[in-house]
């Protein structure tokens, strides 16, 4: 019996090992116009927009469309993760009312400030229509306020690469 358990607890140490192996190959995706980068694994892809296309609007908000995460491993077609913006002299006060106003069933949950490898960031995470929550991820860079709009059910993937966003100059 002391023998099974002492496997068993080899292996859940193993196995804990193999879970975000340090081995792994990870690009850098680095944003000079912005000031910020982050890793992703291989499987993902970061797709910026053609000039011509970037201009947009989010939330009714003009907005610089510039890139998005995507997964090429899931299906025939990229299944997006996340989207990136970015809106000159944006609040986070006037984005969460922009996000409550893009639909009757659209509420504010929660707001927190967090710190990733010295970029404060604010996490807003909402209702959606379909009764999901949503997040969102907010930092200032240069007069900027990056967007980060992690799409629904992509938490568990889009979290280890949040925890690689970092400054960059280039």
């Known amino acids: 019996m002391?023998?099974?358990?002492?496997?068993?607890?080899?292996l859940m140490l193993v196995g804990a090992g193999c879970a975000g192996r340090p081995d792994e190959d990870l690009t850098e995706y680095a944003n000079a116009?912005?000031?910020?980068?982050?890793?992703?694994?291989?499987?993902?892809?970061?797709?910026?927009?053609?000039?011509?296309?970037?201009?947009?609007?989010?939330?009714?908000?003009?907005?610089?469309?510039f890139a998005s995460?995507?997964?090429?491993?899931?299906?025939e077609k990229p299944e997006n993760i996340?989207?990136?913006?970015?809106?000159?002299?944006?609040?986070?006060?006037?984005?969460?009312?922009?996000?409550?106003?893009s639909g009757p069933a659209i509420a504010v949950k929660s707001r927190e400030d967090l710190r990733k490898n010295g970029i404060a960031?604010?996490?807003?995470?909402?209702?959606?229509?379909s009764g999901e929550d949503k997040?969102?991820?907010?930092?200032?860079?240069?007069?900027?306020?990056?967007?980060?709009?992690e799409f629904l059910y992509q938490h568990e993937l889009f979290a280890?690469?949040?925890?690689s966003v970092r400054t960059h100059k280039p």
């Open 33 to 65: 116009q912005y000031g910020f980068a982050f890793d992703y694994p291989d499987g993902l892809e970061v797709r910026v927009r053609p000039d011509d296309v970037r201009a947009a609007k989010y939330l009714g908000l003009d907005v610089d469309f």
């Open 121 to 129: 960031l604010t996490k807003i995470t909402s209702t959606t229509e």
């Open 82 to 101: 996340a989207f990136f913006y970015a809106a000159e002299g944006l609040s986070a006060d006037t984005f969460v009312q922009a996000l409550e106003g």
């Open 69 to 75: 995460l995507r997964d090429l491993t899931k299906g």
């Open 2 to 10: 002391k023998r099974l358990f002492a496997s068993a607890a080899i």
């Open 160 to 163: 280890p690469i949040l925890e």
């Open 135 to 149: 997040t969102h991820y907010l930092f200032d860079r240069g007069g900027h306020t990056v967007i980060v709009s």
